[in-house]
T-cell receptor
Framework: KNEVEQSPQNLTAQEGEFITINCSYS?????LHWLQQHPGGGIVSLFM???GKKKHGRLIATINIQEKHSSLHITASHPRDSAVYIC????????????FGEGTQLTVNP | DTEVTQTPKHLVMGMTNKKSLKCEQH?????MYWYKQKAKKPPELMFV???????INESVPSRFSPECPNSSLLNLHLHALQPEDSALYLC????????????FGPGTRLTVT
């Protein structure tokens, strides 16, 4: 079993819909990262969380440390949000290493 | 400037060639990373440099040779690669080895023929 599990693996939405991507992990962590990767490669860091909730524009990330669970929400989704969203955790004992989830492929149709 | 740059964007090389990938950041970050990413898979960590010294080598074959000439620059020297080494190579940097955000470059798409 992977230490970081994301769901769903694939998600298709209509423009304007509210989207939730989930991440569960099984190890003690010092931080959790949400990353976005568009086709063609480059990865953008969306959030780094160690507790609570963060918001940036239409994106909201929450984390529940006790339940070892995080969610990424996208409000008023747009086709340009189509990308792979990756959850990654920094284990308490791993220094700078990130443990990545397998990613969620999001497609937002106009 | 929150940008990590990588050159070249694309590289095609034969198995007997020697080539280098270059990564640069001007954010004053003290940690720099090389990742390898195969299609539809998450990135795999290869190397970590901290204060220009190699901190982590994830048992990467010696045909990949990293170099950190100064705090802004990270190279990956490639020699005698195999077709299975074809992948997207991503560079990242962070403020240090602690709990910092990692900033990724756009990657170099490498094809080994």
């Amino acid at each position: 079993k992977n230490e970081v599990e994301q769901s769903p693996q694939n998600l298709t939405a209509q423009e304007g819909e509210f989207i939730t991507i989930n991440c569960s992990y099984s190890v003690g962590i010092s931080a959790l990262h949400w990353l976005q990767q568009h086709p063609g490669g480059g990865i953008v860091s969306l959030f780094m969380l160690s507790s609570g909730k963060k918001k940036h524009g239409r994106l909201i990330a929450t984390i529940n440390i006790q339940e070892k669970h995080s969610s990424l929400h996208i409000t008023a989704s747009h086709p340009r949000d189509s990308a792979v969203y990756i959850c990654a955790v920094r284990r308490e004992t791993s220094g700078s290493r990130l443990t990545f989830g397998e990613g969620t492929q999001l497609t937002v149709n106009p | 400037d929150t940008e990590v740059t990588q050159t070249p964007k694309h590289l095609v090389m034969g198995m007997t060639n020697k080539k280098s990938l270059k990564c640069e950041q001007h954010m004053g970050h003290r940690a720099m990373y090389w990742y390898k990413q195969k299609a539809k898979k998450p990135p795999e960590l290869m190397f970590v440099y901290s204060y220009e010294k190699l901190s982590i080598n994830e048992s990467v074959p010696s045909r990949f040779s990293p170099e950190c000439p100064n705090s802004s620059l990270l190279n990956l020297h490639l020699h005698a690669l195999q077709p299975e080494d074809s992948a997207l190579y991503l560079c990242a940097s962070s403020g240090g080895l602690g709990v910092y955000e990692q900033y990724f470059g756009p990657g170099t798409r490498l094809t080994v023929t």
